[in-house]
């Protein structure tokens, strides 16, 4: 497989899909530019061999050209972080927009406008009736889809080569994510470097296991994270089940929960994971204690409870301290740790206990020589709130594609580039 570093693009355009997809204030200011940063050694790379990036992204939902979402916002702060003379194209696909790609001198980049301004790169049709006959979908799917192939050939027709970066997009086939792959050999197609290191830490979790392996699995709902935890079940030693799923799980043991959250359709499914995790041998972690308030807010009167005797009228937001430290005594002992989702509803400043003494036990694992993922959301707000990334080994910038990945789904962006090779 050809690889970014092996790679010499003196002389090159090449195609770069990154995920700019960055949050934005109301004076359209960038509140936080970590994607924009994790993109920067492969953009710095190319420039650096005497090649040109033509940087391709998505950035929020558009449904049509806007200028809330246009790229043009970011420019700026993209040149100054890379250092490099930055240009614009205000049509991923316009008309001028190859003979600006081919006057592209030494040292410049150009970057597209947003390529969801089309409806082509998701290739899902817009702006249907919501009464539309299923005659009319069908029809809207074809045409986009046709229209699909001359879009992604067009942006692949800018470029000598093709490097995929977008680790957060990997999950979706997309004309510039996955399809655009196919115009491209496989000596001129390739990860980047943040790709790179996004799939070497999903093998890591997944197929080069040093053990015990523990996963924290937290968060609000079951039924979001089902396939996750059947999937992890087939490799871990042990499985933190926490945050608000708790509770679905203690009321299928029979537990009084108060008004904590559950999901009374999946009762069942609860004890059948119980039953699952017990019949492969792994070691399933639940609360035992909770800290509990009179109502969901920050202000609330607090408490703490056995997990199974929460009153009527309070509800668990929080694991508590008995809690607490059986999950660190799991963690410590760990050499490979993969945490998704808080304990509690680290939102409030007053139930952010739980999931901060999961970060410092997995930074304490870290420093004993385990290796430990952070990823998927609400974890990685977490690390960064509790000022613990640097301590972890690596913190993924996907959320889904992570997700999906660790489920054992094959993601479209990642296998594009296996192809032919
Ligand atoms: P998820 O997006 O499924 O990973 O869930 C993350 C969300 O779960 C966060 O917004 C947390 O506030 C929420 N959460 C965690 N624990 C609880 C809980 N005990 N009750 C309600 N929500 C919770």
Redesign the pocket.
Known sequence: MQTIEKYNFAGKKAFVRVDFNVPLDENFKITDDTRIRAALPTLKKIIADGGNPVIGSHLGRPKGVTDKYSLRHILGHVAGLLEADVLFADDCIGEGTAAKVAALKPGQALLLENLRFYAEEEGKPRGLAEDASDEEKSAAKKAVKAGQKEFTRKLASYADAYVNDAFGTAHRAHASTALIAEYFDADNKMFGYLMEKEVQAVEKILNDINRPFTAIM????VS??IEIIENLLNKVDNLIIT??M??TFTKAQGGRIGN??CEDDKLDLATDLLQKAKEKGVNIVLATDAKIADS?SNDAKTAFSPVDEIPDGW????IGPETEKQYAEVIKRSKTILW????????FDNFTHGSRAVGEAIVEATRNGAFSLVG???SVACVNKFGLAGGVSYVSTGGGALLEAIEGKTLPGIAAIGKNN
């Open positions: 937290g968060g609000s709902k979001s994270k945050g608000g708790t509770y904590s959250i969901f509800e668990g937001l929080d998704n989702g808080p304990t509690g509803v680290f939102e998927g959301g609400d």
